[in-house]
């Protein structure tokens, strides 16, 4: 088996990323989602290690990254991290690399494509849509199942109170709700999640915070501009978009052209429920 090197890397004033190193090859960094570190990736990771040098990193406020204090809009959004990313490979000595984002991890992937085209050789997003049109499918009753995302839009102070109040109930319930494989995640793996979680609220509620309102300037920035993703992209998302009344495909066209996208049966946590499935579709993916 694939050893993988843990390491803490600068990427930004003040800010080191925690990032798990392992395998050969042409790069492909994973980037993971909420609630999540980048344990998520364990074992798609593994698995591509085969044939790739594979990059986990923790995302800036997440895990064991660097927490830094939200001083201004930009310090959690999404351009702001996808540079991380990109100082992260670059100093691993990677100019160009593929990417697979999940979740919170997907939109900072997603805006690294959109920022850095000649960097980013080919994405891969699990389980989310494009920061502007989440915000746009999200309306009326249906829109309850992200509450979440409301509540942290709110400004500094009460989300992070009432959040830190009940933190293992918090982010428990996500785990738990998002999943349709518990055996998905162990309880050691959901332990370390909550870990780090009720260790980074604040953090993780800015992160949130950007998505609603600096990270939407700059992806409606970007569609003025057609501006599109211009590597091949795939994406692997639940069939929720039937559900809410949505062609999530169409959506994603409007930003991807050369774009696979596949539904998957299982819960929010792809890479843990279904890993080959997702280890199989980022392999296809390289070879576009």
């Known amino acids: 088996m694939t050893k993988f090197e843990i ?3 600068p990427v930004a004033d003040g800010v080191r990323l925690n990032v798990s190193v392992g395998g050969a090859g042409s790069p492909i960094v994973l980037l993971h989602g909420f609630p999540q570190t980048h344990l998520m990736w364990r074992h798609v990771a593994a698995d591509l290690a085969a044939g790739h040098t594979v990059i986990c990193p923790d995302l800036r406020g997440y895990g064991a990254s660097d927490k830094p204090v939200a001083t201004t809009a930009d310090t959690y959004s999404k351009r702001t991290m996808a540079a991380d990313i990109v100082a992260l490979a670059r100093t691993l000595g990677h100019d160009r690399f593929a990417l697979a984002g ?3 991890g997907a939109l900072v992937a997603i805006r690294a494509a959109l920022d850095h085209p000649t960097a980013v050789t080919h994405l891969a997003s699990l ?6 049109d989440m915000w746009d499918v999200l309306h009326g009753t249906s829109a309850a199942v992200g509450f979440h995302l409301y509540l942290m839009a709110q400004p500094p102070g009460l989300p992070e109170k009432m ?18 494989s518990p055996e998905a995640i162990p309880p050691a ?16 509620v800015a992160d949130y915070r950007a998505s609603a309102g600096i990270d939407v300037e700059h992806d409606a920035a970007d569609r003025a ?3 599109r993703l211009t590597m091949p992209v795939t994406v692997l998302q639940q069939d929720w978009g039937a559900a809410l009344g949505f062609d999530a495909a169409a959506l994603w ?4 052209p050369d774009l696979v996208h596949q539904p998957v049966t299982c819960g929010h946590f ?9 280890t199989a579709a980022i392999r296809e993916l390289l070879t576009r």
Not at 189 to 204: K, Q, T
């Open 163 to 180: 959040i830190a109040a009940s933190a293992d109930e918090f982010f428990g319930y996500f785990l738990d709700l998002w999943t349709s």
């Open 189 to 204: 793996v959901r332990a370390a999640y909550l870990d780090a979680c009720r260790a980074a609220v604040p953090s993780i």
């Open 127 to 132: 389980d989310v849509l494009p920061t502007l």
């Open 7 to 9: 390491s803490r890397v």
């Open 270 to 278: 792809l890479a843990e429920e279904a890993p080959d499935q997702v």
């Open 102 to 104: 999940h979740d919170r």
């Open 225 to 227: 501009a057609g501006r």
């Open 253 to 256: 066209r409007a930003w991807a």
